[in-house]
């Protein structure tokens, strides 16, 4: 069964300093990959997704994830955060053309420190 | 902007109460998808459907259950709503390669 960690619930970083929250996943075969972000109250918005090619993928609002096969890891960053990125992560694997939905990580909550 | 949509946003309603949370997507996808979070927590997938009559559940149990008439509507029904169904659902629906989420459904059942 495909599964997500993301090892981190809270991280803290000061405005302008840049971000990397972390996320590992166990999938049998090539995983398709994905970052959503949620704010508060609200559904969640694709930041970028991975399924082949360039393994540094470049998302929305800045953000870019690295999918490294051997570590099993797909990390996202950003060069310098800014408060409005204030929100919860999540990490998501799922299968390419199936209809069985995507597995979610537990997410990270992202503080923002003036 | 995603055209997904869920109503009502808020719900709060009491026990033994059946009620409705709906879905509608514009997007003409056949895949829809319900997931149930619960605060601070991941989304559990709950329900899903391959397209028009067709209904599968997902990974976590749920006592509640969907109907897919047409292909842009999925809704999910509890038929006797309890506290322990407080959460929020999600709806979504795919295409090949990305997942478009509504703003979810706050349900508290007192």
């Known amino acids: 069964a495909q599964s997500v960690t993301q090892p981190d619930i809270h991280i803290t970083v000061s405005e302008g300093a840049s971000l990397e929250l972390r996320c590992n996943y166990s999938?049998?075969?090539?995983?398709?990959l994905f970052w959503y972000v949620q704010s508060p109250g609200q559904g969640l918005q694709l930041l970028l997704k991975?399924?082949?090619?360039?393994?540094l993928v470049q998302g929305i609002k800045g953000f870019e994830a690295e999918f490294k096969r051997s570590q099993s890891s797909f990390n996202l960053r950003k060069p310098s955060v800014h408060w409005s990125d204030a929100a919860e992560y999540f990490c998501?694997?799922?299968?390419?053309?199936?209809?069985?939905?995507?597995?979610f990580g537990k997410g990270t909550h992202l503080i923002i420190q003036p | 902007e995603a055209d997904i949509y869920q109503t009502p946003r808020y719900l709060v309603i009491g026990t033994g109460k059946k009620i409705t949370l709906e879905c509608s997507q514009t997007?003409?996808?056949?895949?829809m998808y319900w997931y149930q979070q619960d605060p601070g927590m991941e989304l559990h997938l709950i329900h899903y459907?391959?397209?028009?009559?067709?209904?599968e559940k997902g990974d976590l149990s749920s006592e509640s259950t969907v109907s897919r008439i047409r292909t842009e509507h999925f809704p999910l029904t509890l038929e006797s709503a309890r506290p322990s169904h407080t959460s929020q659902y999600l709806c979504?629906?795919?295409?090949?390669?990305?997942?478009?989420f509504g703003q979810g459904t706050r349900l508290t059942v007192v």
């Open positions: 998501a694997v799922g299968q390419g053309g199936g209809a069985d939905g995507l597995t």
């Open positions: 991975y399924f082949s090619g360039d393994t």
């Open positions: 459907s391959y397209g028009v009559n067709s209904t």
């Open positions: 979504a629906s795919r295409e090949r390669t990305e997942a478009f």
């Open positions: 997007m003409g996808h056949d895949k």
């Open positions: 999938y049998g075969a090539t995983p398709y």
